[in-house]
């Protein structure tokens, strides 16, 4: 009889113990998850002071529209003290999606995939995009003539699709 009671406690000690796992589990996703996000928090702080620090004079800016997937915020273009160009974008929200980069397009508008993809159309590669919300900057490479690049397109390159673009006008 003590052997049933005892085999009885550590059973129900083992099923215990396995139906605490996955809280623990998910206790530790979520404090994972609070420390990128204030990781985020504090890398946006630091762009948000630089962009203050440097005292940056905005050139031009536009608001994203959504073209296969819904795409919103505001990219603007910033030149620092020292010359140096910068797109910053804005309570930017838009899709996840594989291999999206952020690109600035010799058109007025990236609207139109006809003439946006075509490949003798100018692009000029910012980078791949940093998160698919929230604030975040682009250095933008020395000599890159704004007058001929005109608007600033979320652009997922393995499904060569445009997910939305910002046309920029002088500020």
């Not at 910033?78 to 690109?103: C, M, W």
């Not at 600035?104 to 692009?123: I, P, Y």
């Amino acid at each position: 009889m003590v052997r049933m009671i005892q085999a009885g406690l550590a059973f129900t000690a083992l099923a215990g113990a396995l139906l605490l796992q996955p809280t623990l589990r998910a206790q530790d996703n979520m404090k994972q998850d609070s420390m990128k996000q204030d990781d985020m928090k504090h890398d946006k702080m630091q762009d948000d002071k630089m962009m203050q620090d440097v005292k940056a004079k905005t050139l031009e800016t536009g608001k994203f529209h959504g073209k296969v997937h819904a795409t919103s915020g505001r990219a603007t273009v910033y030149q620092e003290a020292d010359g140096k160009l910068v797109l910053r974008l804005t309570n930017f929200k838009t899709s996840n999606g594989p291999d999206v980069h952020v690109i600035l397009v010799a058109t007025k508008d990236a609207m139109d995939d006809a003439n946006f993809l075509k490949d003798n159309t100018d692009k000029v590669e910012l980078g791949k995009l940093k998160g698919n919300e929230g604030d975040q900057n682009y250095e933008i490479p020395a000599g890159t003539d704004l007058t001929k690049f005109r608007a600033v397109s979320i652009y997922c390159e393995r499904f060569n699709a445009n997910f939305g673009a910002a046309p920029l006008e002088k500020f």
